[in-house]
């Protein structure tokens, strides 16, 4: 699509010439501006948002593509593509896509969508991106998963979004997200001795699944007394549990747990008690061969339980 088009706040569209170039676009919610495509646009005045299905950057020889968003403050952009790319392959197959924020907006794009373009004569703005795991690369963008400021642009993160190596606090406990569906749990704050942690948990509107016990998770927890390890955790990394004095009851799966980091239990109670759930016996005996290896306490206790999964 050739030309410049812009919406305003009633969804009307206006059409101008090909190679013209409108300056002005206080009047509009969104504009695009040669060499692009996309299956509909739409605008919802009562909620303030746009909705742009399959947009893309058309390539050609030193094709240029802007969209324009912003221009009225509060307006949420949402993207249904699987990117909102600038792409260059070659002189003869190439495209450039600038996005031009004129003011304070939000943009949402799928799950692990791509945003490559540049943000281009946006100073002074602010972008709230919706997203949860979305990889940002090239052009002005520097990192690969979150933003980096351009000159005065200002962006980030809103509170619905969750990058990979964050952490985020649920219910006094910690967990870093690890990918799109897992994370570590990684923390606590409470101090009452017993702790149970969950197979999932709810971030931000996601669920992940808690696969790991973060390295240092509970080091030095002197408050901790008994902690039951879910069937979802596939590894427990070094200094888990270390110098958790304290610490003489601890239940774990031992179908579901591939792997324990040495000094994972370095320094918990003596005569500890381990209470492996297990199917079958052979499964049991790996478990608390790890786990002994795991520890610099000789005198544990393990009692093997029959497990339902």
């Known amino acids: 699509m050739d030309g410049v088009y812009k919406w305003d706040v009633n969804g009307t569209k206006t059409e101008f010439p090909v190679g013209s170039s409108a300056s002005d676009f206080s009047d ?5 501006i040669e060499k692009v495509s996309f299956d509909s646009i739409s605008v919802d005045k009562s909620t303030k948002t746009v909705m742009v299905k399959n947009f893309k950057a058309i390539k050609g020889v030193h094709n240029v593509a802007q969209i324009v968003f912003g221009a009225i403050p509060g307006w949420t952009y949402v993207f249904d593509c699987n990117y909102l790319d600038y792409q260059q392959t070659g002189d003869d197959n190439s495209a450039w896509l600038y996005l031009v924020c004129k003011g304070d907006c939000t943009i ?3 799950d692990n969508a791509v945003l490559s373009g540049s943000f281009h004569n946006s100073a002074n703005s602010k972008i709230t991106l919706i997203n949860t ?9 520097s990192t690969t998963k979150g933003f980096k400021a351009v000159d005065d642009l200002v962006v980030k993160f809103s ?20 990918s799109a569906d897992t994370v570590a ?4 704050i409470d101090k009452s001795g017993t702790i149970t942690i969950p197979e999932e948990v709810e971030i931000n509107g996601k669920t992940y699944k808690v696969t790991t016990i973060a390295k240092g998770a509970f080091d030095g927890n002197t408050s901790l007394k008994s902690l039951v390890i879910p069937s979802s955790v ?8 270390a110098d958790c004095k304290n610490l003489k009851n601890i239940t774990l799966n031992a179908d579901t747990l ?10 918990i109670k003596k005569k500890a008690k381990f209470k492996i759930l297990a199917k079958k016996k052979t499964a049991y005996n ?21 497990s339902k999964k």
């Open 108 to 110: 949402k794009l799928p």
């Open 286 to 306: 790996k478990c608390v061969k790890k786990i002994k290896k795991s520890t610099d306490v000789k005198n544990i206790k393990t009692q093997m339980v029959k």
């Open 28 to 32: 509009s919610v969104f504009a695009t």
């Open 133 to 141: 795991l979305a990889e940002f690369t090239k052009m002005d963008l």
């Open 185 to 188: 749990f990684s923390g606590t």
């Open 234 to 241: 596939t590894k427990i990394e070094k200094y888990a549990c």
């Open 159 to 178: 509170h619905n979004a969750t990058e990979i190596g964050a952490e985020e606090t649920v219910n006094n406990q910690t967990y870093e997200v690890q």
């Open 258 to 267: 591939k792997a324990i980091d040495k000094h994972a239990f370095d320094g």
